[in-house]
Each structure stands twice: as structure tokens, then as C-alpha cells.
């Protein structure tokens, strides 16, 4: 049974022209979900950022809280659960985007926020030579000690090898829909979707049967960007999906990874194009993925230096909270902390002049030793 606030959840995300940055001001500014339903027009216009149009559209909609309802039924009759920003279950790296959708909602079983999550994109008209690559990385990535899961968009092309080639190297994988789930598109990987609800979860910020329009598919390609630390395009011709999601992972501060081709293939335009700006790393292999995210830290903790230092108190949080866990990516530091993203940046970056810190590729951060606070 759901929480009685869940259809306000719910019908907030429905609203016409409310999207989800504006919807978390109004939540603040109200107080909760259910108040902006219950809130005037005259204090919706008040709220920055809202104006007369929005404010009209929150109350014209008012009776979305009937379609949510229904909407809840379905949920309950499909196993499928809701997860709204707000939720401690909610994706936390995805939740770092400002504009994350206000509700998810997914089908299986797999921890957002215990995993670490890799983007795998590219052409719909994958090549051969494409598509052995993408089993190629995802098989080296299997073999890590990391255990990733693999997250597309279950398209034609390089998202369904990738899908395919992590549950055929015991990899968990998500699908990321551009539809609701009274459906599967495209029809024929339904098989699939079936299987990768065994070892990972379809997930999707579209309520059933929502119109099925090509800038849904847009909208999609930031989800995919924003549950991982790192997005790899395999194939892209110059212009394309998969280069929109590399340029939306580059927004957000993650590492994107590109496979180089030859010059006078089409479907490598792209990728060469992201190495050559430098707004992606070369990959040949799983191998390169696991330096620059630094996976693999052989260092001897043991042999370190201790340190005395003086540190201000929110210092001295950051460093027990990286005396715990060893290393750390910035967003990790900043849920532990409860810190803002800024405030962080400002901490770590002063640790470091003080040389207990040190950061390390992929935006990881750890102690230079045994901190004495």
C-alpha cells in the first residue's frame, strides 16, 4: 500500500508547463506536495519563478489528482514502484542534476544509491566492428572488481548490445524508457526487457499510457546521463542521440568515454569528433575506464604518514567521513555531509592546500594519510 502523499507526487509531474525545476521551488516554497494543490493562485504567483501561466496551470489541474489515483492502481497492479525526489531511495547521483524528474518509476529489483552505474550509448545502424566492441568493453568491465551496472536506453543499435552483452557477462543492467510501461518500444525486445527485470530494473519518469512523442526520447537520454559516473558512446555518426547524451553527461560534471575509429567511417564521426574537442577520454578497453575512475588503487595504506592538522569543524567532517570510507566521489561526500555541492568543492579544495587531501581521477577524493582531528 502507498503513502496517501503519493498521488500528489504523482500529479505534480503531470501538470502542463511545470517542469522539474520549477516543481522542487514550488514543493519549497509551499512547504509540501500537497499544499502547492492547495495553495491560491495569488501565493503560487508569489513563489520566483512561477508567474501567472504556471500558477493558472496548477490550479486549471487541480483534478489530475483523480488521474494519479488511477495511475496508483496501476503501479500496485504491475509491481512497479515510485520513487520521488525527495525519497532517500531516490538515485542520488541522478538526484545531483537540477533538472532530475520529480517521480521515477521502475520495474525489478536494484539499489540506486550501493552501485556504481556506466552509461553505454551509441547508433541506432551499429556496424559489426561496433557492436564487438561494446561486448568487448562490457565483458572487461565484468571482469573488474567493481561490478557495474550497465545502464541504456533499450534502442535499436548499441543500447540493445549493451543490454545484452551485460546480462550475458552476469553484469545488472537498466533500461531507461521513454514511455510508460503499459508497453515495450521497440516491440521486438520485449524478451529482453522480460530478462533484464530478473537482474536489474526498467525505469522510466512517463506514467502509463503517456503520449508517445519523439522529445520523450530526448528527455530520456538525461536519465541515462545522470544515474552514471561515467557515459561511454561506442558509435556516433556527427550528430545523433548518443552525442546529445555525452554532451548532457559533460553538463553534469561525469566523465565521458569514447572509442576512436577510423576516418572514413560514418559511425565513428562522432566519437573521434568527442576525443579530438577533448570532451571525452580515448577507451580501447575496459582497462582505461578503470584508471581514469580509479578503480584500482594498489597504494599501501598502511604505509602512510600520519597527519596532524588543524581543521575548521566542517573540515573535520569531510575527513571523518573519508577516514571511513577510504575514497569517495565529490557526490558521495556531499550526501554523507549533507553539504552542498559548493560547499564542498570550497572544503576539499582547502584540505588539499593543507595537504590532507588529495583528489584523484574521476573526481575521487581521499586522505593523503592517517588524519589525527
Known sequence: ???????????????????????????????????????????????PGVGDYIASKIIENR????????????LEKHNI???????ESYPFLLKQCYDAPIMLYAKGQIDFNKRKFISVVGTRNATAQGKENCNRIIKGLSETNQNPVIVSGLAYGIDICAHRAALKY??????????????????????????????????????????????NFLKRNRIISGLSEATIVVESAKKGGALVTADISNSYDREVFAIPGRLDDVYSEGTNWLIKTHKAFLLQSAEDIKYILNWDNTEN?????????????????????????????IDEICRDSDFAMSKVSSLLLEMEFKGAVRSLPGKIYELSGEIHV
Open 301 to 329: 595504506k598502511s604505509e602512510q604518514k600520519k597527519l596532524f592538522i588543524e581543521f575548521t569543524d566542517e573540515e573535520k567532517k569531510i575527513a571523518n567521513i573519508l577516514s571511513k570510507q577510504k575514497q569517495l566521489v
Open 1 to 47: 500500500m502507498f503513502d496517501e502523499q503519493l498521488k500528489y507526487q504523482i500529479a505534480l509531474g503531470l501538470i502542463p508547463g511545470l517542469g522539474p525545476v520549477t516543481a522542487k521551488n514550488v514543493i519549497s516554497f509551499t512547504g509540501s506536495v500537497e499544499q502547492v494543490f492547495k495553495a491560491s493562485e495569488r501565493e503560487l504567483k508569489k513563489i
Open 63 to 74: 483534478n489530475l489528482i483523480q488521474r494519479a489515483e488511477e495511475e496508483i492502481n496501476f
Open 81 to 87: 514502484t515510485p520513487y520521488f525526489f525527495y525519497d
Open 170 to 215: 552476469g553484469l545488472d543492467t537498466i533500461a531507461v524508457l521513454a514511455h510508460g510501461f503499459e508497453r515495450i518500444y521497440p516491440s521486438n525486445h520485449q524478451k529482453t526487457a522480460n530478462e533484464i527485470i530478473q537482474s536489474g530494473a526498467l525505469i522510466t519518469e512517463f506514467i502509463s499510457q503517456s503520449k508517445f512523442d519523439r522529445q
